[in-house]
């Protein structure tokens, strides 16, 4: 994207408020200005007004990608209006922005960043104009292409599995570059999905030949005796979501061929006690309801040539009798150990129907005022 310094009004002179925002290199045909006069209190981009403030406007010279960062009905611009609080005018293929400077500032970034990825190609929703901010809100500089184009895997689907925010996409390198990872968080923030699909990749790669999924089946307690069947088919009901999350990603005749020949296990926590797991990818789920000694048991299953995942919510303990929660104890301990890493997830990085997000926002706020930090 190229940039250039601009004139207020048509053909006006210059505005000495108007400076020129540096172009950014995903979109070299885009052209922004960046105005920090005032702007007019009825929106009207061409007129000094009452209220200070600041308007960038951006011109897109490929209608087509332009048509992609506009969205259907202009409802990606919708988002990020409501997102960012600023309004947006659009007149043909140009959009000024008006607001708050630091908001509009962060709208032009955010453009410049959509239409490069909308020229490359890269299909944009509603969801990921929210989620773009998000990352942008927490980190200015960060490269929208690199966090979203990060591709982990396709599903059969053909639907792309990638990060969807800038934790997620540090929690995927974190796989990547470490042999021991903790994703812990609310849920909803794609800890376990993001993991299976780096499992299922490895798989592909051959950089591992098995994947092991396991979970403690806390709730069944010590009634597990009393239910009909036998141990599989008893602790299956509680290992359901990750074989539903496996179907998500694989053929299910590939899935259940690979889990006939021993190639990808889906096992209670209690059935990795006394082995020696080399050349695998493990994840355990629902790791916050595990006790001190299941955590260690499971840590010191890693053998050569493995990765292992621990996924949690700290805020959803099942344990009865008071006892300590595993990860809990883990966080405490191993969070200094080179090779290991911990990546925590907030509600902005929720996933889910975005009533999601507010209502563990919601939860997370009432349980501060019942339980005040020191």
């Known amino acids: 994207m190229c940039s250039h310094t601009s004139r207020a009004g048509a053909g006006s002179g210059a505005s000495p408020g108007a400076s020129a925002a540096p172009g950014h290199p995903d979109g070299r045909d885009a ?5 920090l006069g005032a702007v007019s209190s009825n929106g009207d981009p061409d007129t000094a007004g009452e209220a200070p403030g600041a308007r960038a406007k951006v011109v897109f010279e490929d209608i087509t990608a332009a048509a992609v960062v506009f969205g259907q009905h202009g409802e990606h611009l919708k988002v990020v209006q409501r997102e960012l609080g600023v ?3 659009v007149r043909g ?3 000024t922005l008006l607001g708050d400077e630091h908001d509009v500032a962060l709208g032009k970034t955010l453009l410049e960043q959509l ?3 909308a020229k490359r190609g890269q299909p944009l929703g509603p969801d990921d104009l929210s989620r773009a901010v998000h990352v942008l809100r927490q980190n200015g500089g960060a490269d929208l292409r690199d966090v979203f184009s990060d591709t982990v895997l396709v599903s059969p689907r053909a639907r792309r599995i990638a990060p969807k925010s800038l934790a997620q996409k540090q929690y995927i390198e ?13 849920a909803g923030t794609g800890k376990t999905y993001l993991a299976m699909a780096m ?5 592909l790669d051959k950089s591992v030949k098995r994947i092991v999924l396991t979970r403690p089946a806390v ?4 009634k597990l005796g009393f239910l009909p069947g036998s141990m599989i088919e008893k602790v299956n009901p509680y290992l359901r979501p990750l074989y539903d999350a496996l179907q998500d990603m694989m053929d299910l005749d590939r899935s259940q061929q690979l889990i006939e020949r021993g190639i990808i296990e889906v096992a209670p926590l209690a059935f990795m006690r006394g082995r020696t797991l080399n050349d695998s990818f493990v994840i355990l789920d629902e790791a916050q309801n ?13 053998g050569y040539d493995s990765k292992a995942v621990i996924t949690g919510d700290i805020t959803q303990i099942d344990l009865l009798d008071g006892r300590r929660s595993g990860l809990l104890e883990a966080r405490s301990l191993l969070a200094h150990i080179e090779g290991i890493r911990f990546c925590t997830f907030t509600e902005v990085d929720v996933v889910r129907h975005p009533l999601v997000a507010a209502i563990i926002k919601a939860y997370d706020l009432a349980a501060q005022r019942r339980d005040p930090q020191p």
């Open 93 to 95: 293929n140009e959009v």
């Open 87 to 89: 309004r947006a005018h």
């Open 290 to 302: 595990t006790t001190s000694e299941q955590m260690k048991m499971f840590l010191t299953r890693l």
């Open 115 to 117: 239409y490069g990825m």
């Open 199 to 203: 499992a299922i990749r490895a798989l």
């Open 31 to 35: 052209r922004v200005v960046l105005y």
């Open 174 to 186: 974190a796989i990547r570059q470490c042999d021991m990872v903790f994703g812990i968080g609310p």
């Open 219 to 222: 709730e069944a307690g010590e």
